[in-house]
C-alpha cells in the first residue's frame, strides 16, 4: 500500500506443520466435529457467517494491509464472500444425502459419503478470505479436519477467521492454520504421509510441485485451481457496446488484475474495434487509482514489488513483438511508497506473443480482433488455460454456439464476471481441476465407500 513494513509473521517448519497435521487427524480420529449430528455443525458454520459479517470491515481492511485490494472489491469479494459460503455450505451439509443402489433383490447396496480426514487447504494472495472460505467451509461442512497455508504476503485475514472459528464454537484442533513461505512451509504440507486431500488455488508452477509431492508421498488427492488468460469476445452485434466496455474493464482492472478469472484477453470484431478500443480507453483513463483504504480509489494497489516488476516486465516484450500500447504500460504514484500501475491496453495483440499466451496477474490487457465467429472461437481456444470467457452478442443461438465451443470453466454471457456460491468455478487444461463452490465442490471432501449387505 505505502511500502511500509506492517508486521512479520513466523513460518512454520517441517516440524511445526507435522504437529499441525496430527493435531487436525487427533482431532478427526476422536469425532469431535467429524462425529457430530450434521445439524450441531451447521450451527457452527452458521455462527462464522454472522460473525464474519459482522466484522465484515476489519477483516476487509486487515486483508487491504496485507495485499492492497480497493475497498469496496475487498468488502464485497472478501468478507462479503466468506459469510456468503459459510452460510451456503452450513444450508447445505444436511440437504446432500448417501445412496441405495438399484441392485438386484436380496442385497443391499449403500453409497456413504465419508469424510476424508486431513484436508490441506493452500491458498494464494489475491482474495484471501474469499478462496480461503471456498475451501474451509465445504470441507469443514463434510466433517473434516482442515491445516490451512495462507500466502506468506496475505495471512492476517485468515488468521483472525481462524480465531473466530473458534470463538463460533470449531473444536481446538479442526481448524490448523500454519503460516510461511511456500517452498518450506507449503512443501512441508504438500509432502506429509498425514494429508488426505490437498486443494490449493495458485499457480501453474505451483501446482506441478503439488503434484510432484504427492506423488513422491502418499498419493494424495489434489484439487488444483490455476491460473488464465481468459477471452472476453465482443461481437459487433453486443446488445450496448458502452456498458461492454465498463463491464469489461472492471473485468481486467479491478484488484489491479489480479483476478483468476480476469477478462485478459480481448477478441473484438475488427468492424468495432476501433470504436469499442476508444470506449475501453476512457474507461481505463477514468478509473481512480490509489490508496485502497479511500472510499474514492477504485483500483488500488499491486501486490507487491516483485509483481510490479513482473506487470512491468511484459511491456517491452509487448511493444517489440508488435503490440501497441494505447494507455497505461507504466508505474504511477511513486510518491506514495506503495505498487501502482496505470490500467493498460495493448492492441494489436498476434496469437503466438507472449502477452497473448501468458497470464500477467496485472492490470493489463491484451486486444486482438477478429473477422469471424470461427475465428473469434479459434483465437479464445488459443492458450493452453481453461477458465473463464466472456461473449457480448445480441444473437442468442451464437451464445450458445459459443458457450459450447469454448474450452472454459466458466463462460459469461453479455456481463463478465460475479458468479454466486451455487454454481462452480473451476478451470479446464492448464487452468486446473478443482472446482471451488456449488453442491459439487462437497464432493472433493468426502470419500465414496460402498455397503454390500447380503439379506
Ligand atoms: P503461488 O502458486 O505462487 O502461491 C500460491 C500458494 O502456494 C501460496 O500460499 C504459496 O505460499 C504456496 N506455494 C508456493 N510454492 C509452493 C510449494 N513449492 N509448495 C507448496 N506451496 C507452495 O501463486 P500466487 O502468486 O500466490 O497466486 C497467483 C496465481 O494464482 C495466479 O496464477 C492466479 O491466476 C492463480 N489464482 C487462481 C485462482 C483460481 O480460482 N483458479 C484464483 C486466484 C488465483
Not at 459459510?86 to 441392485?103: H, I, M, N, Q, S
Not at 465482443?234 to 484488484?255: E, M, Q, T, Y
Not at 511493444?319 to 496505470?342: D, N, P
Not at 452478442?393 to 465451443?405: E, F
Request: glycine fraction near 10%.
Amino acid at each position: 500500500m505505502d511500502g511500509t513494513l506492517l508486521t512479520t509473521i513466523d513460518g512454520a517448519s517441517e516440524a511445526d506443520v507435522s504437529l499441525a497435521v496430527s493435531s487436525a487427524r487427533a482431532a478427526f480420529d476422536d469425532g469431535r466435529w467429524s462425529g457430530l449430528a450434521p445439524a450441531e455443525r451447521k450451527k457452527v458454520l452458521h455462527r462464522i457467517a454472522n460473525r464474519i459479517e459482522a466484522e465484515a470491515l476489519e477483516l476487509a481492511v486487515l486483508g487491504i494491509r496485507d495485499n492492497g485490494t480497493e475497498l469496496a472489491m475487498a468488502l464485497r469479494a472478501e468478507p462479503g464472500s466468506a459469510a456468503g459460503t459459510f452460510r451456503y455450505y452450513a444450508e447445505a451439509l444436511d440437504k446432500v444425502a448417501g445412496e441405495v443402489a438399484p441392485t438386484a433383490p436380496g442385497v443391499l447396496g449403500l453409497v456413504h459419503r465419508a469424510p476424508v480426514g486431513v484436508v490441506a487447504a493452500i491458498v494464494p494472495w489475491n482474495f484471501p478470505l474469499m478462496i480461503g472460505a471456498w475451501k474451509l467451509a465445504p470441507a469443514l461442512a463434510m466433517g473434516n479436519s482442515v491445516v490451512l497455508k495462507p500466502a506468506e504476503t496475505a495471512s492476517l485475514s485468515l488468521l483472525r477467521l481462524a480465531e473466530i472459528c473458534s470463538e463460533c464454537g470449531l473444536p481446538d484442533g479442526v481448524l490448523n492454520v500454519v503460516t510461511g513461505s511456500g517452498v518450506e512451509t507449503g512443501a512441508a504440507l504438500a509432502h506429509s504421509m498425514g494429508v488426505d486431500v490437498l486443494a490449493f488455488t495458485g499457480s501453474g508452477a505451483t501446482g506441478r510441485r503439488l503434484l510432484e509431492a504427492s506423488a513422491a508421498s502418499n498419493l494424495k488427492r489434489c484439487y488444483l485451481e490455476l491460473g488464465g488468460k481468459s477471452p472476453n469476445i465482443v461481437f459487433a452485434d453486443a446488445p450496448d457496446l458502452a456498458h461492454a466496455a465498463k463491464v469489461s474493464a472492471a473485468g481486467i482492472f479491478r484488484n489491479s488484475g489480479q483476478v483468476c478469472v480476469a477478462g485478459s484477453r480481448l477478441l473484438v470484431e475488427v468492424s468495432v474495434h476501433d470504436e469499442f478500443v476508444e470506449m475501453l480507453k476512457e474507461q481505463a483513463e477514468m478509473l481512480r487509482v490509489g490508496d485502497p483504504l479511500d472510499t474514492d480509489t477504485q483500483i488500488g494497489a499491486v501486490n507487491s514489488e516483485d509483481q510490479l516488476r513482473r506487470n512491468l516486465s511484459f511491456m517491452d516484450k509487448a511493444v517489440s513483438e508488435g503490440g501497441k500500447v494505447v494507455t497505461g504500460g507504466f508505474r504511477i504514484l511513486q510518491e506514495t511508497g506503495g505498487s501502482y500501475m496505470a490500467p493498460t491496453i495493448v492492441t494489436g495483440v498476434t496469437r503466438d506473443a507472449t502477452l497473448f499466451q501468458r497470464e500477467v496477474f496485472g492490470p493489463v490487457l491484451a486486444v486482438s480482433a477478429f473477422e469471424t465467429e470461427e475465428e473469434a472461437l479459434s483465437l479464445a481456444n488459443g492458450t493452453e488455460f481453461g477458465l473463464a470467457a466472456g461473449v457480448w452478442t445480441s444473437n442468442l443461438s451464437r451464445a450458445h454456439k459459443m458457450v459450447a465451443g469454448i474450452r472454459a470453466g466458466v463462460v459469461h454471457v453479455n456481463t463478465y464476471g460475479g458468479a454466486d456460491n451455487t454454481v462452480p468455478l473451476g478451470g479446464v487444461g492448464q487452468s486446473g481441476n478443482g472446482h471451488d463452490k456449488s453442491l459439487h465442490a462437497l464432493d472433493k471432501y468426502v470419500d465414496l465407500k460402498t455397503a454390500w449387505i447380503q439379506l
